[in-house]
Structures are given as C-alpha cells and as structure tokens.
C-alpha cells in the first residue's frame, strides 16, 4: 500500500467525513444497532461515539493501517472493548452466525469483491442478526448515472478503489432477504456522490 493510501487518504477522509451532516447520519443509523456487533470498513473510528448503550462487545476491520493509526485515540477513549483487525471483509475469519448486527457505513462502494463481502455478511450474521448500512450508489437519474460512470474511473484511483455507481439495493437484495432502503440524494454533496442508500437487511 502506497504512501497516498496510507497516510494521505486517512487524514482527507477523517477530516472530510467527521462533520455535522455525516454525524447526524451515522447517529441515527446507529441508534437500533444492539448485541455482539461487526463493523466493516471501521475507516478512523468516526462512528463510534455514535454506538448506543446495547451494544456488548464490537469488532472492527478494515485493511488500511493507516485508518487504524488514526482510530487509536478514538478507541482509547471507547467505553466498551474494541477488537480491532487489519483485514478485508472479503475474507472474514469469523464463524458463521456469530453477530447480532453488522455495521457498514460508505465501504461497500470501495471494496474490491463486493458479492464476496456480502456473502461473508451474510454468513457471520445470525440467523435473527440485522445488517446496518449506509452508502453511496448508483443515482436513478440517467443524467448523474452518465457522469457516475464516466467519473468511477477517476474515483477508484483518488479515492482508493471507491465506486460512484454501485446499484447498492440490487446488490444486496443479490444475499439478504428482507432489505429495508431509503434512498435519498444527501444535502450538501455533488449528486454523482450523494446518492444514499440507507437501511437494515436481514437474513
Ligand atoms: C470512505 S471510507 C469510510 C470509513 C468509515 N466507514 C466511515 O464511515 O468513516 C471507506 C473505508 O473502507 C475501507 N475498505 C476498503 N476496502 C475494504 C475491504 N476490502 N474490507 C473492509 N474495508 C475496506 C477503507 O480502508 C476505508 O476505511
């Protein structure tokens, strides 16, 4: 992993995503989030002051040392323990039916082997588990989905392997039965980057 990746690109996103517009997201998201949780793409820790009381134990991924450096001090001043691991959500070294929730917020778009996240998704949540996700995806809009694909090239490369035009919805409804999706253009983003898809799916 390159200097740009490592040490660049961490402090860019921690201070682009740490402000009130991104908190209030993340906080209401969070809000019904309980048990033994997983979150994918933990990035430099921005969500978790936002964990509600309910949650017993959290563990993070993420491949980036870079993101890791950052969250250390976030994670010194966590309440609960925090088990944190440096490795990609495409390989998850979990066993099956291990978490009550599964927390993702703007990682899907950036990961390699998509489908392969979602099935190990999947396969870690238990049976009664619920995933919880935040992301940017693809516009319904031809005039943004034009731009979004001519514009995804250029993304991957600035913003380490992020994707602009993700159908995040239809992805998921590829591995988890039941996915409740509100889907919204975010106020104050461009709108090739702006599109949210905001929900809960579940086995
Ligand atoms: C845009 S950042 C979001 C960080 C964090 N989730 C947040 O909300 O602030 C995307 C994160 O996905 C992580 N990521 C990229 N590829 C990944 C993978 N294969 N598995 C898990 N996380 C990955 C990146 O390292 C980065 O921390």
Redesign the pocket.
């Known amino acids: 992993m390159g200097f740009y990746s490592r040490v660049l690109l961490?402090r860019l996103?921690d201070w682009s995503?740490s402000g009130e517009g991104?908190a209030h997201y993340?906080r209401t998201l969070l809000a019904d989030v309980k048990g033994d949780v997983l979150?994918?793409?933990?990035?430099?820790g921005?969500?978790l002051q936002h964990y509600p009381k309910g949650v017993s134990r959290l563990t993070v991924?993420?491949?980036?040392p870079g993101?890791a450096t950052i969250a250390e001090t976030r994670i010194a001043a966590s309440p609960f323990a925090i088990d944190t691991q440096l490795?990609?959500?495409?390989a998850l070294p979990m066993a099956d039916d291990t978490f009550d929730s599964v927390v993702?917020?703007?990682?899907l778009?950036?990961?390699?082997n998509i489908d392969q996240?979602l099935q190990e998704i999947h396969r870690v949540l238990k049976p009664t588990g619920r995933f919880f996700f935040i992301e940017h995806g693809r516009s319904p809009d031809l005039s943004v989905q034009i731009w979004q694909d001519r514009l995804t090239p250029i993304q991957r490369v600035i913003?380490?392997?992020?994707h602009l035009n993700r159908p995040m919805q239809t992805l998921l409804e590829r591995y988890f039965k039941v996915v409740t999706v509100d889907r919204f253009y975010a106020e104050g983003l461009p709108r090739i980057a702006g599109y949210m898809y905001r929900g809960v799916a579940a086995k």
Do not use: H, K, Q, Y
């Open positions: 961490p996103l995503m991104f993340r979150e994918i793409g933990f990035g430099t921005l969500n991924v993420d491949p980036n993101m490795l990609s959500s495409e993702s917020t703007w990682t778009c950036s990961i390699p996240a913003a380490d392997g992020c």
